[in-house]
């Protein structure tokens, strides 16, 4: 079957680093999303990987290791509007969307 | 980037009404549209595919006659929920993909309807 691996919850200080990490069992694979989600809102694009490696954005990077069905999201610098949940979503064979239940992400100062 | 527009953003009825729900793409075409459908601390649940100038493809386990899509044009899909229960209230989602089905293009979410069902 079709199954995402995301820890629930982390929390982090402001200003640091943090790295939410994601494993994946899909039936084909056509890359890897992660998506942000504020409480009460929809998702909004972060990044996109389908090859293996690491992706830089800004303060956020993803990286993938499609051998190891693994991918990381890192967020740098911290902000307290960092505070969302982070949704890990590969795409299968058919090009649909797995979706988790995400990560959600408590920011301190 | 793209944007997609929903709306209501909230509604609230009766038991037993029915409640259309709108999702355009204000600066590009989408062959393809998404409808989702998410509880509390939980994930988004594709619901249906919606495809322009076809009928939906539904997800197993989503009724057809109570969750009513229509794709008309290239930048309209809308979902009714027909006869709708306080099962019904959840938080729902349209997305679209630029480009044909099949792209691996980036989905641009609306901004969600919550619908509480009294």
């Known amino acids: 079957g079709q199954n995402i691996d995301q820890p629930t919850e982390m929390t982090a200080t402001e200003g640091a680093i943090v790295q939410i990490n994601c494993t994946y069992q899909?039936?084909?694979?056509?890359?890897l999303f992660w998506y942000q989600q504020h409480a009460g809102e929809a998702p909004t694009f972060l990044s996109y990987?389908?090859l293996d490696g690491l992706e830089e954005k800004g303060r956020f990077s993803s990286f993938l290791s499609r051998s190891k069905g693994y991918s990381y999201l890192l967020l740098k610098e911290l902000q307290m509007k960092d505070s969302a949940s982070y949704l890990c979503?590969?795409?299968?064979?058919?090009?649909?969307?797995?979706w988790g239940a995400g990560t959600k992400l408590i920011i301190k100062p | 980037g793209a944007v997609v527009s929903q709306h209501p953003s909230w509604v609230i009825c009766k038991s037993g009404t029915s409640v259309k729900i709108e999702c355009r793409s204000l600066?590009?075409?989408?062959?393809?549209m998404f409808w989702y459908r998410q509880f509390p601390k939980q994930s988004l649940m594709l619901m249906a595919t919606?495809?322009?100038?076809?009928?939906?493809?539904?997800e197993q386990g989503v009724e057809k006659d109570k969750f009513l899509i229509n794709h008309a044009s290239l930048t309209l899909s809308t979902l009714t929920v027909t006869s709708a229960h306080p099962e019904d209230s959840s938080f729902y989602i349209c997305?679209?993909?630029?480009?044909?089905?099949?792209?691996?293009?980036?989905?641009?979410f609306g901004e969600g309807s919550r619908l509480t069902v009294l």
């Open positions: 997305s679209a993909r630029i480009g044909t089905s099949g792209d691996t293009g980036e989905l641009f």
């Open positions: 600066d590009f075409q989408a062959t393809t």
């Open positions: 919606s495809n322009e100038g076809s009928k939906a493809t539904y």
């Open positions: 899909t039936s084909g694979f056509n890359g």
């Open positions: 990987n389908v």
């Open positions: 979503a590969p795409m299968d064979s058919n090009y649909q969307l797995i």
